[in-house]
């Protein structure tokens, strides 16, 4: 199994980033015999992976720098990098090569700070593999002043160092950097090419994966999570009987209530299973007693510990958010095409009585205003609008229609 075989539905994408590793490996060659980069293909110090959720941009990424790490002997009988079971493979892949860095944020947004510890990193020779590798996962998530330190090192970078950026559209990085990186745009996978990847990489059974599938249309990620994840369903079959429940005010107000209690006990479960260890990894780390007594001093870590877990929660809240948002505006999709009589799959068979029973009682131009108010709700959210504020008035305007 090669490295590409997680690349789901993107062969052009494959086998650009194919020929790239190929280019990359006669640079290297023509530079240990002490030629110049001139003398070989050109290797771009730059990338940028952009495409919408789910389309497997970091997997693109990952995927990437491992073949950049390939150790194959059959690289050298002129095969493609990337064998997938080398060393350079294996450890870049799950997260331990010294020379790859992988970035990836669960807080709103990367700093400065973060991103100075990163072009420093990247300034430094390759330790034991051929390149240094920076992966950064949530490109779209840098603040401004982080943009701007990106740029110099993009603009500017040490001979043997490649940089992958990935976000959902080139409008979310700064002009500035997306100029200095070849960019590649990776597409949604068709809905049979997730089931078949379900099946053969999971073990999942034909039909769920099929269903799973098809109601995430064609999100590898969350088909996966919905497939295997009992609570994953459950959340998902609560959101999809939200139109159903907004027949009044107090329907409204009361389905936006649960639907915010939902994503806040998200958080509470990431909390739990993350927040006590990094407490208490931090305590041993600052010396505290056995009786739990911090040293003098310490409090200041704890308090930026404190706050990071905080900044987290908030994501992590508005991320399940999202994700039911998502959910919601595939049910009135779903519903529009019902009410056009399309010809196009649905994505919510499951529920089908339900996008009957909307269907029928509504008008198409109706549907659209409430997919309006779902992406008006989405847009209110990302402004820092207060979740519940921002749900209840979304739930509002679905029953206004």
Known sequence: MTVWDDLVGQERVQEQLAGAARDADAQVTTQSAGGTAADASKMTHAWLFTGPPGSGRSTAARAFAAALQCTSPDRAMGGIPGCGFCDGCHTTLIGTHADVEIVRTDLLSIGVKETRDLVRRAQLSPAVGRWQVIVLEDADRLTEGAGNVLLKAVEEPAPRTVWLLCAPSLEDVLPTIRSRCRH?????????????????????????????????????????RLATDERARDRRAT?????LRVDDIGGCLKAAQELVDAAGEDAKQVAEDVDEKETEDLKQALGASSGGRMPRGTAGAMKELADRQKRRSTRTQRDSLDLALTDLTGFYRDVLALQLRSSVALANEDVRDSLDRIARDSTPERTLRRIEAIIACRQALDRNVAPLLAVEAMAVSLRAG
Do not use: K, N, Y
């Open 184 to 224: 590649l745009t990776l597409s949604t996978p068709s809905v049979t090419a997730v089931a078949d990847v379900l099946v053969r990489r999971d073990g999942i059974d034909p039909e769920a994966a099929m269903t799973a599938a098809r109601a995430t249309q064609g999100h590898i990620g969350r088909a996966r």
């Open 239 to 243: 959101v999809l009987r939200f139109p």
